[in-house]
């Protein structure tokens, strides 16, 4: 048997359908201003004079400003093996079968439900006309199919789309940020285990020299010139500086321990060749401070956030106009399975539905007023990293040039205390004062040494911290193409 739902035409209604297709209701997305205007200049002078014209950060292998190859291999290590980043890029897969989950509702959604059954109807049933009922039984072959339609006259799903694609990209951006967290945290654990190696030499220089101080204290004290204490005093600075080498041996063995983890080797397995950190860091190019917008993909996380909320919006709007479905359903019905697919045997139906919200009880409302809540937070939070980034640079070249300076002038105490060591040894020798000049010498040296190889660390680790601030040489730009479009082809899809 046919029969129509619509009351009119269905040419008519698809007509309708389609002049009406460009009423998008929700507010188009544009990037709301930063909480300032970007600054011409940063405020502090970094401690270098750049070259002209001024090189980059290079692209995805921002570490190859430090030109240390065996930094390089360890970040190649960890970009093939990291379990962070791997979890990071199956986020990012997950965003893309979730966009394209969205433009499904894009297309009719067609479905089939066959079915077959023998069935015995009571001989007592009751029935509408008064003649006696007797059992009948029958057999029911049915191959249905049923299309359904929403036609977006409002943007509800042209909404969930562009909310679809914005994660998406937000998502990516996050995959570049843990990238660059990831790839900053090695590259400063590297110069951290360096700096200790260049520690450690330090201080074991160190216990030679005490090591031959104990030996001159001994000579004198069996020669009669020396006494006990002073040869009890050189013993126990001897003593400590070779806890001193225990101590930094300990240090390095956790930042060793943290690298295996980050190139994805098991610690007990791992280790990193002992080479001590003599080089200062490279210059850095900074660029202007507006560049820091487009190049943190943390900032492109929340811009795309932003983009994400604002769809959000569109799509609460949408709920205070008609929903429109088309439906159709048509298929083959017989008692026989023989006469199954005989033209008698073929049912069809076809229909719409205007779902119109009248009285809610508030809901579309309140979800309309969290939705743009949920916008302004994101646009609050999207202005606060904007000011985080700004801070983290100017703390970067802040830090570079107070260490730049305190290294030179502690270079110099380090002069100081070799020449103050070699005048107490002197004086010592010749009778003018007691071993205890001596020792303080000897302790002020290993002192001054070892806050100058700190120093140096410091600096490296500093440097890798303002390439990191500055977004390591990424730009916004590469996750435009992360992004789905509705295919043809998805209509033959499941």
């Known amino acids: 048997m046919k029969r129509a739902v619509l009351s009119f035409p269905l040419s008519t209604t698809i007509a309708l359908l389609v002049l009406a297709a460009g009423c998008t209701v929700g507010p188009r997305y544009s990037r709301p201003a930063a909480p300032a205007p970007a600054p011409d200049a940063w405020k502090t002078q970094p401690p270098w004079q750049e070259a002209a014209p001024k090189d980059s950060i290079p692209k995805g292998t921002w570490w190859q400003i430090f030109h240390d190859p065996a930094l390089d291999a360890y970040e190649q290590q960890l970009l093939q093996a990291n379990q962070s980043l791997f979890a990071a890029r199956d986020r990012l897969s997950q965003a893309r079968s979730l966009a394209r989950v969205a433009t499904a509702d894009l297309f009719p959604q067609v479905s089939t439900d066959p079915s077959a059954a023998r069935e015995r109807y009571s001989g007592n049933r009751p029935l509408i006309v008064s003649q006696p009922a007797s059992a009948v039984t029958e057999n029911l072959f049915t191959i249905p199919f049923s299309l359904n339609y929403e036609a977006d006259l409002f943007g509800r799903v042209r909404h969930n789309v562009e909310a679809a694609n914005a994660s998406l990209q937000s998502t990516a951006a996050d995959l570049q940020n843990v990238q660059l967290v990831l790839t900053a945290e090695l590259a400063a654990d590297y110069f951290t285990v360096r700096e200790l190696d260049a520690e450690y030499q330090v ?50 063995a956790q930042y060793e321990h943290a690298i295996a983890v980050l190139v994805g080797q098991p610690a007990s397995a791992f280790s990193v060749p002992v080479a001590p950190l003599r080089d200062a860091p490279p210059p850095v190019p900074l660029g202007v401070p507006s560049d820091v917008l487009e190049r943190r993909p943390d900032i492109a996380t929340a811009e795309r956030t932003m983009a994400y909320q604002n769809a959000q919006v569109g799509i609460a709007r949408s709920a205070f106009y008609p929903h429109v479905t088309l439906s159709g359903s048509g298929g083959l019905l017989s008692q026989d399975l023989g006469s199954l697919f005989n033209a008698p045997s073929l049912i069809w139906s076809v229909g719409a539905d205007a779902f119109e919200p009248i009285f809610q009880g508030g809901r579309n409302r309140a979800n309309l007023s969290a939705a743009r809540a949920a916008y302004d937070q994101s646009v609050a939070n999207y202005r606060q990293s904007v000011l985080t980034a700004f801070q983290q640079v100017e703390d970067g070249i802040s830090n570079l040039s107070t260490l730049s300076q305190a290294l030179t002038t502690q270079s110099a105490a380090v002069g100081d205390a070799r020449r103050a060591l070699t005048i107490a040894n002197n004086r010592y020798v010749g009778g003018v004062t007691t071993y205890l000049d001596v020792i303080t010498a000897q302790t002020t040296l290993l002192n001054s040494q070892r806050l100058a190889t700190q120093l140096l660390g410091q600096q490296m680790v500093s440097a890798v911290y303002l390439v990191k601030a500055l977004g390591g040489g990424w730009d916004a730009g590469e996750i435009n193409h992360e992004q789905v479009h509705p295919q043809a082809g998805q209509i033959l899809q499941q």
Not at 233 to 251: E, R
Request: hydrophobic share 35%.
């Open 203 to 252: 201080v074991q220089e160190s216990v030679g020299y005490e090591r031959k101080g104990l030996d001159l204290v001994n000579n004198r004290h069996e020669g009669g010139v020396a006494n006990g204490l002073e040869v009890a005093q050189q013993a126990t600075v001897l003593d400590s500086t070779i806890s001193q080498l225990s101590l930094v041996q300990q240090t390095r």
